[in-house]
Structures are given as C-alpha cells and as structure tokens.
C-alpha cells in the first residue's frame, strides 16, 4: 500500500512538533517531512511530491503566501492540497490566500480537533484519506471556521481593557509595554495587560472567567502599537498560570506566555515596543 506524505512547515519549531504529534496520534503510517521555511520548503517540493502541505504564513526569507504563489504555477501541483495554518485570520488575508490557491484554512491558536478535522477533510477530497488507517476524531463546539464562514462573519475581538491588580508590579529587566494586547487561546479571547515584554517571553494580567487557558496550550498575542501603527501576531505557549492575589476568589490571573517565533520582522517588532516601554 502506497504511503500517504506531508510537508509541515513552520519557523518555530514548537508548533512543527505540535502539528506533528497531532498528525502521528490520529493518522498511523502517515509520513511527515519539515521545513523550517518558505525557501527550504520550495526546495524540499521542487524535488519531492507531497500528498498534502500544511504551512505558515508569516515566516522570514519566504512567506507562506509566496509559497503557496509558486507551488500552484508548478506542473501537477494545481489541486494538491495546501493548508495555511496561521494567526492571520482577517477576511483580507484569507481573500488574498483564497485568489492564491489555498486549500483551507487553519487559525492559530489551534486544537487538536480543528487541525485534524481539516486533515482529514482535505485528505478525503484528494483521495488519500482510504489509505491511512484513521481514527475517529470528536468534534467540539470549537470546531475551525470553513473558508466560507471565515469570508462571513466573524467573531468580535474582545475589546481591550485595563484592569488595575492590586497586587504591585514585580521588578524585572524587561520593559513594560504599553502596547495593546490580546490573547488568543483555541476557542477563546482573553483582552489583557502586559505586566512584562522580553524577546522570550510575555507576562500578562487577565481577567478570570469561566474558563482559562492551560498550561502548554498553544497561544497567540496579538500586539498593536499606540496609535494603531499594525498589530503583530506572536505565536507561544502557555508555560504558567498565577493568581495575582492570595484567596480563591481573586479576580485576576498573571499568564507567562513564552514566544516560540523565529521570525526576524517579529523581533524586530518586539524590540521596537520594548524599547518604547522602556523610556
């Protein structure tokens, strides 16, 4: 039996290991191959065929959109699945995907369920999904959007609020932004404080609510600047969780985020609202 073959590519290495332990878990004798870029990519595909691609948008030297471009003018390459997995979910962005070629379309922060579902969607319409031995996935109330829900309407950002802990602020090297932030968690939105920014790692104050996110649950802060100048999409995980007071009904949580992105325009980004918090 012919096997059945995937390119994952990613610049941060945590969320090609996210996509493939998922991949591993639910489709047994799937081939998974990486790259780390849009340019190692293309030339990984220049030589190889793939059975599907699930791929980043923002990376450095070569984007998930320009690779999308030049993939779909390749001979025989015109229906071979391509799945953008990426924090850009704005109508714009999954337009200008759609007049490329894509496939579907995968929001970061993602659950297990939603990238699967969209796997096993894209694989069943090229006629490979017969060939692997899948396994039944449930699919919950937080399910991906189609493309065709994505062009509709979506939901409202949560606004961003400035809630005031009433415990004080710890010293630490990294600047205090004043950026305005959310945080995105499968499923949910959290409007936040950045109490701390460093190139590594974010921590930020939320508001409890009926359900927050986890420990190691992949996540993406979105960072705009004062004055509306654009807003960054950085992706992480979450590595802790800490009531900011000492009762059980305390109100505000501090969430450490560490940063698993590699790319250098989003460091440079970092770099500018740390820079701009530290004066």
């Known amino acids: ?12 290495p945590f969320i090609r290991d996210l996509i493939k332990k998922a991949l591993r878990s639910h489709f047994p004798g799937l081939q998974i191959e990486e790259a780390v870029n849009g340019s190692k990519a293309r030339q990984l595909l220049a030589r190889t065929s793939f059975d599907l691609i699930l791929c980043d948008w923002e990376m450095p030297e070569l984007s998930g959109l ?36 894509v496939s579907d379309y ?10 699967i ?3 096993r969607k894209a694989l069943q319409r090229a006629g490979k999904l017969q060939q692997l031995r899948a396994r039944p996935v449930a699919t919950g109330g937080h ?6 829900s994505l062009l509709g309407s979506r939901p409202a950002p949560v606004p961003p609020t400035t809630p005031k802990p009433a415990v004080p602020v710890d010293n630490r090297t990294a ?8 945080l995105r968690v499968a499923g949910q939105q959290f409007a936040c404080v ?11 104050v939320v508001r409890r609510g009926e359900q927050l996110p986890a420990v190691f649950d992949s996540a993406v802060l979105d960072l705009e600047q004062e004055g509306g100048q654009g807003v960054a999409r950085i992706n992480g995980y979450v590595h802790t969780l800490a009531a900011l007071e000492d009762r059980m009904d305390c109100e505000w949580v501090l969430v450490t985020l560490k940063f698993v992105d590699q ?4 460091l440079e980004w970092l770099s500018m609202l740390i820079a701009e918090g530290g004066h």
């Open 175 to 182: 600047a205090r932004s004043t950026a305005r932030a959310q």
């Open 1 to 12: 039996m012919a096997s059945v073959s995937v390119l994952v590519v990613d610049d941060a």
């Open 194 to 204: 950045i109490r701390s920014l460093s190139l590594r790692d974010a921590r930020l």
């Open 66 to 101: 320009e690779l999308l471009q030049w993939f779909r003018t390749q001979s025989g390459q015109e229906k071979t699945p391509f799945i953008m997995v990426t924090s850009r979910g704005d109508r714009d962005n999954v337009v200008e995907a759609i007049k490329a070629g």
């Open 143 to 148: 399910a991906q959007e189609t493309i065709t």
């Open 117 to 119: 579902s969209k796997v």
């Open 263 to 266: 790319d250098p325009a989003k």
């Open 106 to 115: 995968v929001g970061k922060p993602f659950s297990n369920e939603q990238l």
